[in-house]
């Protein structure tokens, strides 16, 4: 069964470094989401991306964030300067074609990121 | 704005009981519901959903859901409880274009 993953499983990385999580989804999936998830807490929508383009985005989502989708494949999340706060774990999610609100999402394993 | 609640953050249960995990949801139009189960250490995998239709919907390993409009409920449900159910469950709703999930409900089930 086909699934989305996430790379690295974990990354740790020190306080104003950049740091960019990558996501490969499900080949014939078109819409595109990252998530995170602070540890124990709530999961928290961060931004959807369709059609080369961010369809929508929460206010986490500010001007240290950016996605692309730089080939065929992959899906990645960049984080600018990183704060101990970015500490999370961070979910891609992909849907199939079709009415977007009638389809589930398929998550990835996450990746954890630490920042020190 | 589309949310979904989660009343409470912990739910114990022996096996071989049945077990409800409860949601309730506040749309503006049609509600497009989900449920979600988080195992440790990996990601959240998907249990069901309600777009239109019967009123109960059934899902992967034995769990259903029941939708109710006038109390605005999507209460996650199973019959008989396994050990194995033990996981973090999360409620969703679907927005114009994410999902907003609900704070997630800790389910114990006890041999």
């Known amino acids: 069964e086909p699934e989305v993953t996430q790379t690295p499983s974990h990354q740790v990385t020190q306080m104003g470094q950049e740091v960019i999580l990558r996501c490969v989804p499900i080949s014939n999936h078109l819409y595109f989401y990252w998530y995170r998830q602070i540890l124990g807490q709530k999961v928290e929508f961060l931004v959807s991306f369709y059609n080369n383009e961010i369809s929508e985005k929460s206010e986490i989502f500010d001007d240290q964030f950016s996605v692309e989708r730089p080939d065929g494949s992959n899906f990645t999340l960049k984080i600018r300067s990183t704060k101990l706060e970015d500490s999370a774990m961070y979910f891609c999610?992909?849907?199939?074609?079709?009415?977007?609100?009638?389809?589930?999402?398929?998550f990835g394993p996450g990746t954890r990121l630490t920042v020190t | 704005a589309q949310s979904v609640a989660q009343p409470e953050d912990q739910v114990n249960v022996a096996e071989g009981n049945p077990l409800t995990v409860k949601c309730t949801y506040s749309?503006?139009?049609?509600?497009?519901l989900f449920w979600y189960v988080q195992y440790p250490n990996r990601g959240l995998q998907f249990l069901l959903k309600?777009?239109?239709?019967?009123?109960l919907v059934k899902g992967s390993y034995g769990f259903e859901a029941e939708f109710n409009k006038s109390q605005t409920s999507f209460h996650l449900k199973k019959p008989s409880a396994l050990v194995s159910d033990s996981a973090l469950y999360f409620c969703?709703?679907?927005?114009?274009?994410?999902?907003?999930f609900g704070a997630g409900t800790r389910l114990t089930v006890k041999p």
């Open positions: 749309v503006s139009g049609n509600p497009y």
């Open positions: 309600y777009i239109t239709g019967d009123n």
């Open positions: 969703a709703v679907r927005g114009d274009n994410d999902m907003r």
């Open positions: 999610a992909s849907s199939p074609p079709g009415d977007i609100q009638l389809k589930e999402q398929y």
